[in-house]
């Protein structure tokens, strides 16, 4: 799996390939749904980038079709296996189904 970087022309992979300007508007909305609605540590003042590392994951998700449940799943994996927090799947599939709307 390729991982996401940020520079200063724009969104591109690590291979150099630039994304789209709609796959970097999704890459774009993924991380606000990340930071603003999904939030798995609870704190308002976290540093912006604290989730970013889970953005390719769920971008490439979503990018190859993966279900809405798929997407919950994974999220709440991170939350729980990663991240360490007792979160829910139900609250996953919320916020997995505002991914989906993207």
């Known amino acids: 799996m390729w991982k996401i970087c940020r520079v ?3 969104t591109t992979n690590t ?6 300007l709609r796959d970097t508007e999704i890459y774009k909305k993924i991380d606000e749904i990340l930071y603003y609605d999904w ?3 609870g704190l308002e003042d976290l540093p912006r980038d604290e989730y970013q590392s889970y953005i390719p994951i769920i971008f490439n998700l979503k990018k190859a079709g993966a279900s809405n ?3 919950a799943i994974t999220l709440y994996q ?8 007792p979160g829910t799947i139900e609250f996953c599939r ?3 189904k505002k991914i989906e709307d993207i």
Do not use: H, R, Y
């Open 69 to 71: 449940e798929e997407i």
């Open 39 to 41: 939030n798995p540590i």
């Open 94 to 96: 919320t916020v997995a």
């Open 15 to 20: 291979m150099g390939a630039k994304l789209s």
């Open 8 to 10: 200063l022309t724009g």
């Open 78 to 85: 991170i939350e729980s296996d990663t991240i360490g927090m």
